[in-house]
């Protein structure tokens, strides 16, 4: 569309379509919300073992990313105790589930699980009815036309999103349909609830409970689903076992001279190798002690 082409729009568009589906919108918006509220039952304080099961794994990803903290032997010991647990399923909540030969265990004889499932059925109920009416609400009454024009420029390829219902190839890509309105209202309304209801509410669009719908994204978690907590384990154990360890206090006191500089890099360095001189004529000692005298017990 050239520049010297024009559209005006009629004032009653502004007040009969485009005001109306926004303050739908927002009432719609509000309402859902109320209603959530109304129907999502009170949370259930979590079991001591699905507690303990979460916090084992928390623990080993703690002990890889913080590990050079304490000492080789702690290091060391920390990782065969949680590498054995996780392993033996120390930590699991349920740990005859695993066992092979056991039969698998049937989402629907847990109570939490089922209750997860019903959680999400209603989320995806309170996000599916209310666009289901307003978008055929839409289609019906303001089926076709064009409501606004952006104030920035656009390229073409934002032609289909931001022009749906109209079907016309030479239109300028920064007008607006309503059907698109409604879309940007839908994705866009979030601060303007966040300031009527706070934060943490449920008047927006739920991903979440989006992801259980036919044709979601992929990789969004499914409602009521749980974890395997066992096939995290042992990759957490596998983890831990190829971290390595390298103490940060190891050599603190000559990095510490060296900062200040009391002493040079070639001094520390030869300190270093003088005293790794001395760990090994020690060693070798011990060793030769302990052949000439093998009754002596080890330590």
């Not at 409501?147 to 607006?176: A, C, E, H, Y």
């Not at 995290?232 to 971290?243: C, G, M, Q, S």
Request: hydrophobic share 40%; net charge positive; glycine share 8%.
């Amino acid at each position: 569309m050239s520049d010297t082409q024009q559209m005006i729009l009629d004032p009653a568009i502004r007040n009969w379509v485009l005001i109306p589906i926004m303050v739908v919108m927002v009432l719609v918006g509000v309402l859902r919300h109320y209603i959530t509220l109304l129907i999502t039952s009170a949370p259930k304080t979590p079991q001591l073992k699905a507690i303990r099961e979460s916090k084992a794994l928390l623990r080993g990803m703690r002990l890889r990313t913080s590990g050079n903290c304490i000492p080789h032997h702690a290091f060391t010991s920390r990782k065969a105790y949680l590498a054995h647990a996780f392993e033996a399923g120390k930590y699991l909540k349920n740990p005859d589930a695993n066992k092979e030969g056991a039969a698998p265990a049937n989402p629907m004889t847990d109570p939490d699980m089922m209750e997860g499932m019903m959680e999400g059925m209603k989320k995806q109920m309170m996000n599916m009815v209310p666009q289901m009416l307003i978008m055929g609400w839409i289609n019906f009454f303001f089926q076709g036309f064009v409501v606004i024009k952006l104030p920035f420029p656009l390229t073409p390829r934002f032609k289909t999103m931001l022009q749906s219902g109209v079907d016309t190839r030479d239109m300028d890509v920064t007008w607006v349909s309503s059907l698109s309105w409604y879309f940007l209202n839908l994705f866009g309304l979030g601060s303007v609830f966040a300031l009527i209801l706070g934060d943490n509410n449920a008047a927006g669009v739920d991903m979440a409970a989006m992801g259980g719908m036919p044709g979601a994204m992929p990789g969004v978690g499914q409602p009521g689903q749980q974890q395997d907590f066992n096939k995290l384990f042992l990759a957490e154990k596998e983890n831990i076992l190829i971290t390595p360890h390298v103490w940060d206090l190891d050599t603190v006191e000559e990095r510490l001279l060296q900062k200040y500089g009391k002493i040079t890099k070639q001094t520390s360095a030869s300190d270093s190798s003088l005293r790794s001189k001395g760990d090994q004529e020690i060693r070798e000692k011990v060793k030769a002690i302990q052949r000439k005298s093998p009754n002596i017990k080890r330590r």
